[in-house]
C-alpha cells in the first residue's frame, strides 16, 4: 500500500472510536449536552423570528426572555442551523457538531504538523490531539461542543499565521483573519486563553523571518479585520456585560477550580467536579522524549519549536496551579472562572511537542524526500545475505556530489547495518561451509556507528567469515 494513503487510512481509523457514539440512535447524555439542544431550537426560533445577528431567546428565562446570544458564543449553533434547513432535527444537528469537532479537528492537526515535521509526525500528533483524557472528557462527559469546535482553530491558526509571516499576502490576511474571527465566535474563554500563545507563536516566526516590515503590518491588518468581523458579537458583549447578574456573582469560585499535579497526572480526580482533568501520561512522556531528543541531536529550526512549545506548556502548567491566583486577576481573565480550561490550549501544545519524538528518532529518514521512498520500501531489491553467501559483488556509489553529505552517510550506515546484520545471521551454516565475504569502505569515517565496532570485533575470529 502507498505509504500516504496508509496514512490517511490510518487517520480515518482514529477518529471511528470518538464518532460512533453519535452515529448511535438516541442522544448521548452529558453535562452540557442539553442545553446545546436548547440553544439550538433558540437559535433556530431567533432566526425564523427575523433576527441577524440572534440576540433576544424569548422563550427562556421562564418566558421573560433572555439576552442568550449576546453573550454565548452563537457560531456553532449558527452552523447547526445549515445543517437543520438541510433537513435534520436539533438533536442531529448538535450530534453532527460534534462530528465535526472531531473530524475537522484531526484534519487541521493533521496538516499543521504536517507542515512542521512530515506526515508520520502529524499522524501521531492527531492521535494524541484525539485521545488526551481532557479532550474525551470534554467529548463524552461535559459535552462542550463550543470547545471542542474551538479546538479545530488551534492548529489551523498557527499554520495560517505561520505562513502568513513566511511570505505575506492579502489573501492570506483574509484567510488567518477569517479563522480567527471564526475562533472568536466559537468559544469566548478559548480565545481568551488561546490569544496569549498565539502572540507567542506570531513573535518567534517574526523573530525569525527577515523581511519584518511587510511581516507585522499583514499581523495587524488580519488582527484587525479579525475584530472587524467579530465586531457584532464581542463589542456589545463587552458594553452589556456589567448589566447582567453573573458580573456581580460569580458562577464559580477560581479557587476550587485549580488543579493538583496529582490530578493533572491522572492520578486523582479533580475533589469538586470529580472528573479526570488530566493532560495524560502517554502525552507527557512523549513530549519529554521529544525535548531530549531534541536537544541532544536537533539543530536549528526544530529545536528552536521544542524550546517554544515547551516555554508555552510550560506557562499553561502555571496557569492551572493555585500558585497563578494572581494571573487570573488581570482583565479578562478574570471573567473566566475555570482555570483547568487552559488544559485546552494545553493538549495543543502537548500533542505537537510529543509528535516531535518522531522527527527526533526517525526524522532522518522519513522526513528527507530523497531517502524516504528507499526505507519506506515494503521489500528490499536485493539481498545482502544472498549476496554473501553467493559470492556476487554489490557497489554502491554515495558520491556526496551527487545525492549530498546527509544522504550519503545516512544510506552509507543503514547498509553497513544490513551488512553486519546479514554476516551475523550465517551462524545457521557450519564454518566450514561459509564463503569468505569481504567489505570495502572508502571513508569509513563517515558511517561509523555501533555497527562498524561489531563488524571489528567479529573480524578475528573469523567465524562469519566476513572481513572488512
Not at 506570531?202 to 525569525?208: A, D, N
Request: charged share 15%; glycine share 6%.
Amino acid at each position: 500500500m502507498n505509504t500516504r494513503l496508509l496514512i490517511w487510512v490510518l487517520l480515518f481509523c482514529i477518529t471511528i472510536p470518538l464518532i460512533f457514539p453519535f452515529l448511535q440512535a438516541g442522544y448521548l447524555q452529558t453535562d452540557d449536552g442539553i442545553w446545546a439542544i436548547v440553544r439550538q431550537a433558540e437559535m433556530h426560533r431567533e432566526l425564523k423570528d427575523g433576527q441577524f445577528p440572534a440576540r433576544w431567546s424569548a422563550y427562556l428565562n421562564h418566558g421573560y426572555g433572555y439576552p442568550l446570544f449576546l453573550f454565548t458564543y452563537p457560531l456553532p449553533y449558527y452552523l447547526g442551523e445549515i445543517i437543520h434547513l438541510i433537513g435534520f432535527n436539533a438533536i442531529d444537528a448538535v450530534k453532527i457538531l460534534f462530528i465535526a469537532s472531531t473530524v475537522l479537528s484531526a484534519l487541521t492537526m493533521f496538516y499543521f504538523v504536517t507542515s512542521l515535521w512530515g506526515e508520520w509526525a502529524g499522524l501521531v500528533a492527531t492521535t494524541l490531539y484525539l485521545y488526551v483524557p481532557y479532550r474525551l472528557l470534554n467529548l463524552f462527559v461535559r459535552g462542550s461542543v463550543g470547545e471542542l469546535l474551538a479546538s479545530i482553530f488551534y492548529p489551523l491558526l498557527f499554520y495560517l499565521f505561520w505562513q502568513l509571516l513566511l511570505k505575506p499576502s492579502y489573501k492570506k490576511v483574509l484567510g488567518s483573519a477569517s479563522v480567527l474571527a471564526a475562533l472568536i465566535l466559537t468559544h469566548n474563554a478559548s480565545i481568551i486563553l488561546f490569544a496569549p500563545f498565539l502572540a507567542g507563536w506570531i513573535g518567534y516566526w517574526l523573530f525569525k523571518v527577515k523581511n519584518k516590515p511587510p511581516a507585522s503590518k499583514a499581523i495587524v491588518l488580519s488582527v484587525l479585520f479579525a475584530l472587524g468581523l467579530s465586531a457584532t458579537f464581542w463589542l456589545p458583549a463587552l458594553v452589556e456585560k456589567q448589566f447582567i447578574a453573573l458580573s456581580i456573582t460569580p458562577l464559580a469560585q477560581k479557587a476550587d477550580h485549580f488543579l493538583s499535579f496529582s490530578v493533572l497526572l491522572g492520578q486523582t480526580l479533580h475533589p469538586l467536579t470529580q472528573t479526570a482533568l488530566s493532560l495524560g501520561n502517554f502525552q507527557i512522556l512523549l513530549s519529554l522524549g521529544a525535548l531530549i531528543l531534541g536537544v541532544r541531536s536537533v539543530k536549528g529550526q526544530s529545536l528552536g519549536l521544542r524550546l517554544f512549545l515547551t516555554l508555552a506548556i510550560i506557562i499553561t502548567l502555571f496557569m492551572v496551579l493555585p500558585v497563578s491566583v494572581t494571573f487570573w486577576k488581570l482583565p479578562l481573565f478574570k471573567e473566566l472562572d475555570f482555570p483547568w480550561r487552559t488544559l485546552g490550549v494545553a493538549t495543543f501544545l502537548f500533542s505537537v511537542l510529543g509528535s516531535g519524538i518522531v522527527v527526533s528518532k526517525f526524522g532522518q529518514f522519513i522526513a528527507n524526500d530523497y531517502l524516504r521512498p528507499i526505507i519506506g520500501q515494503y521489500k528490499s531489491a536485493f539481498n545482502f545475505r544472498q549476496i554473501m553467501d553467493d559470492g556476487k559483488i554489490l557497489l554502491v556509489n554515495l558520491s556526496k556530489g551527487r545525492i549530498g553529505e546527509l544522504n550519503a552517510n545516512l544510506i552509507g550506515m543503514v547498509i553497513v547495518g544490513k551488512f553486519l546484520m546479514a554476516a551475523l545471521s550465517r551462524v545457521d551454516i557450519d564454518q566450514e561451509k561459509r564463503r569468505d565475504f569481504n567489505l570495502f569502505i572508502d571513508e569509513f569515517q563517515n558511517v561509523t556507528t555501533s555497527s562498524i565496532a561489531t563488524i571489528l570485533s567479529i573480524v578475528p575470529e573469523r567465524s562469519r567469515r566476513a572481513c572488512p
